[in-house]
Structure formats: structure tokens, C-alpha cells
């Protein structure tokens, strides 16, 4: 299978290309656009950066529980995560 490679972005036609996609197939996003991953996705994974960390895994969740109910609320204080609606 070949890399398919897509900015959903707010272009109707890749996400209508993702949405048929992930119905048979596992697509994997990534991207610091949190409105995007809220649009697209159907499960969240929440990683950070730091000094003493590269991409740490914070959180997974379905997409809905991640934007409504995090397990850890602290991370959407920070201004790119609580933008996201």
C-alpha cells in the first residue's frame, strides 16, 4: 500500500476523502491544529514536548471524551489546547 498524505484542513473534499478513507483503513493524523483533530478523528492521542520529555504520550481517548471530559484538565489551560472550539 502506498502513503496517502492529506491536510484535512477546512477543505470539504479531504475530509470527505478521510472519512471514506478510515472506513477501511486506520489513518493517522498529525497535526498542532486542535480543531482539526476534533473534526477528523474518532480517537485523540495527546502527546507533549519538553525538555525532559519528546513526545510524551499524555492521554488517549476517543476524540469526544479528550475535547469534553480529559482525564487531565490542567493541559487544556494552555492557550493552543483551550482554543480548540
Known amino acids: 500500500m502506498s502513503d496517502v498524505v492529506v491536510g484535512p484542513g477546512r477543505d470539504p473534499s479531504h475530509r470527505e476523502l ?6 477501511r483503513v486506520t489513518v ?5 491544529n486542535m480543531q482539526q483533530a476534533a473534526r477528523i478523528s474518532d ?15 499524555i492521554e488517549f481517548d476517543t476524540t469526544e471524551k479528550i475535547f469534553n471530559n480529559p482525564s487531565i484538565r490542567e493541559l487544556w489551560t494552555t492557550p493552543s489546547v483551550a482554543s480548540a472550539d
Request: charged share 25%; with cysteine; hydrophobic share 45%.
Open 18 to 23: 478521510l472519512t471514506n478513507l478510515k472506513k
Open 28 to 32: 493517522v493524523i498529525v497535526t498542532h
Open 43 to 57: 480517537d485523540c492521542a495527546f502527546l507533549l514536548m519538553g525538555d525532559d520529555r519528546a513526545g510524551e504520550l
